[in-house]
Structure formats: structure tokens, C-alpha cells
């Protein structure tokens, strides 16, 4: 079945450093993606989104990058924090469920 | 309170007991949502509820029972779970014309003994 998963499971990067979360999904007709953070005892939080017409989004300290081609998503965090320490979903709508999630990628940042 | 509330925080319950979980959404949503939190799973959709009314039911077993009776309120009834129905519960809700953007409650953790 159609499914969304993320490259690695664990991530540890140094303050001030720039981070990148990666998200592969299968669904080619998914027009809609969403980041998530989640921090320990808390739910999702909503970070960044992008449609598929863009190829490219840009936040407060994020960006995400979409690839069509190879259907690949991802996340860049600029100057990494300790505060950005969390574990990180994509999910993808294709308009048929509202949302479909991968399994999550935890971030951990060294002070 | 603001946002999408969860209680309890924490529940641990017997295979026998008969629980409830609540959800409530300030946020003047039309649907609500039921997920399911396990340890190295996605998040997986339990039910979905656009104006009260459940419009999706993915396969869940019975003794999860959901109840909406208003568009700001969201209950889930446990009855004679098993242990591997330990997860984090989380309720989210939107607008159902933009059902791809959830706003998540907190969640509640629940142990099944």
C-alpha cells in the first residue's frame, strides 16, 4: 500500500549547526505535505507545509524541500537549538485520507 | 484553555476495566480525530468525525467505542483492552474543508495491565 517512512530514525547534530530530516513517500498523487514536531509529553505540533506546485517553502529558521521526481521531502533547520530537540513527522494528503504519517525522525541537539 | 485539550494525561487500566478518554477543542472545528501512538509505528487514524457524525472508521476493534456528541467535544470508551492496546491516544480536530491541517491535543498515555 502507499506509505510515507523516513530515512533515519535518530538524528544528533551540534548547536548552531544546520539540520536535515528527510521523509520518502510513495504516494505520487499526494498533493499536500505537512511537518510535524513532537516533544516529549506533547502532541504534534505543525511546522512548515508545502503543495505539490512548489518545490520549495520557507519558514521562521526552517525550509522545506520538495522532490517530486524521486518523491523525496525535507526538512532544514537552520542554527539548531536545544529547543528544537523533538521528534519530527512528515505526512502527506492525497485528498482521499486527510492525512497519512511517517514513523518519525528524533532529533537530538548537543550543547 | 486554548486549543485542543486531553484528559487524562495518564491512564493505566486493567483488561477488564471500563474507561473513558476525552477530548475537547476550543478552536471552533468542525471534525475531530482519534489517533493512535505506538512506540516506532506511525501514527495511525482510529476514527474520524466531521459534525458529529463518524465518516471514518479505520478498522478498529469494538472495545474502542467513540462518541462525539458536539462538534467541540470527542470521547473514546475503552472496554476489555489488551495490553497492546498501551499507546499514546491522540485526539486532533480542523476545519473539515481543510482536514489536512490537524491542531493535536497533548494526548493521553494509557497502560493496559
Known amino acids: 500500500g502507499e506509505s510515507v517512512g523516513l530515512h533515519l530514525p535518530t538524528l544528533s547534530v551540534q548547536e548552531g549547526d544546520n539540520s536535515i530530516i528527510n521523509c520518502a513517500y510513495s504516494?505520487?498523487?499526494?498533493?499536500?505535505f505537512i511537518w510535524y514536531k513532537q516533544e516529549s509529553g506533547k502532541g504534534p505540533q505543525f511546522i512548515i507545509d508545502?503543495?505539490?506546485?512548489?518545490d520549495k517553502r520557507q519558514g521562521q529558521r526552517v525550509t522545506v524541500l520538495l522532490n517530486k521526481t524521486v518523491k523525496h521531502l525535507s526538512l532544514q533547520i537552520a542554527a539548531t537549538q536545544p529547543g528544537d530537540s523533538a521528534v519530527y513527522f512528515c505526512?502527506?494528503?492525497?485528498?482521499?485520507?486527510?492525512?497519512?504519517f511517517g514513523k518519525g525522525t528524533r532529533l537530538s541537539v548537543i550543547a | 484553555e486554548t486549543g485542543v485539550t486531553q484528559t487524562p494525561r495518564h491512564l493505566v487500566m486493567g483488561m477488564t476495566n471500563k474507561k473513558s478518554l476525552k477530548c475537547e477543542q476550543h478552536?471552533?472545528?468542525?471534525?475531530m480525530y482519534w489517533y493512535k501512538q505506538s512506540a516506532k509505528k506511525p501514527l495511525e487514524l482510529m476514527f474520524v468525525?466531521?459534525?458529529?457524525?463518524?465518516?471514518e472508521n479505520n478498522s478498529v476493534p469494538s472495545r474502542f467505542s467513540p462518541e462525539c456528541p458536539n462538534s467541540s467535544h470527542l470521547f473514546l470508551h475503552l472496554h476489555t483492552l489488551q495490553p497492546e492496546d498501551s499507546a499514546l491516544y491522540l485526539c486532533?480536530?480542523?476545519?473539515?474543508?481543510?482536514?489536512?491541517?490537524?491542531?493535536f491535543g497533548p494526548g493521553t498515555r494509557l497502560l493496559v495491565l
Open positions: 486532533a480536530s480542523s476545519d473539515w474543508g481543510q482536514k489536512e491541517t490537524q491542531y
Open positions: 504516494n505520487s498523487a499526494s498533493d499536500y
Open positions: 508545502i503543495r505539490s506546485n512548489m
Open positions: 505526512a502527506e494528503n492525497s485528498g482521499n485520507t486527510p492525512l497519512v
Open positions: 478552536l471552533g472545528h468542525n471534525a
Open positions: 468525525y466531521s459534525l458529529e457524525e463518524r465518516v
